[in-house]
């Protein structure tokens, strides 16, 4: 649902009366959605703990700048505008979650080390694209910052 503010506000977040507000950068609104309470099960209780350890392998500024450069690229480009809409950290996730899909990985228990040591295509923005985990853009060879 697309929100209204009777005041002018830049932007608002959180949880009031049984809804969700936030902002959508893809979308450039604020939206609403009706507050669930998730259901305790195996599977959000994994999804919690593999997204708990992505955020603790804590990417390098580079890195970090280089899928935002990357998403720029992406909606610079006619062909690709489409492909992704979202933040960095969005990328981020869909990035690691395809690299585990292909080389059959446990993102529960993956450490910054494994990623080094075993040359993993999420090492470089480059390296993912290459790998055909991301969706290959003009410029993206530039995209070189380390893990």
């Excluded at 593999?50 to 603790?56: P, S």
């Excluded at 395809?98 to 075993?118: C, G, H, W």
Aim: hydrophobic share 35%; proline share 5%.
């Amino acid at each position: 649902m697309k929100v209204n503010y009777k005041e002018p506000i830049s932007t608002y977040r959180g949880k009031k009366d049984g809804l969700v507000y936030y902002y959508h950068p893809g979308l450039e609104r604020s939206l609403a959605r009706e507050y669930v309470v998730p259901r305790a099960t195996e599977n959000n209780r994994k999804l919690r703990a593999v997204t708990q350890n992505l955020k603790e392998l804590n990417p390098s500024p580079g890195y970090r700048d280089d899928l935002k450069v990357y998403i720029h690229l992406l909606k610079s480009h006619a062909a690709t505008e489409h492909v992704f809409r979202g933040h960095y950290w969005n990328l981020y996730l869909k990035l690691m979650w395809a690299m585990a899909k292909v080389l059959n990985l446990d993102l529960e228990y993956i450490t910054r080390e494994q990623i080094l040591s075993r040359e993993l295509p999420c090492r470089t923005v480059k390296s993912a694209v290459e790998a055909g985990l991301l969706t290959p853009v003009n410029g993206n060879e530039l995209l070189t910052r380390e893990f």
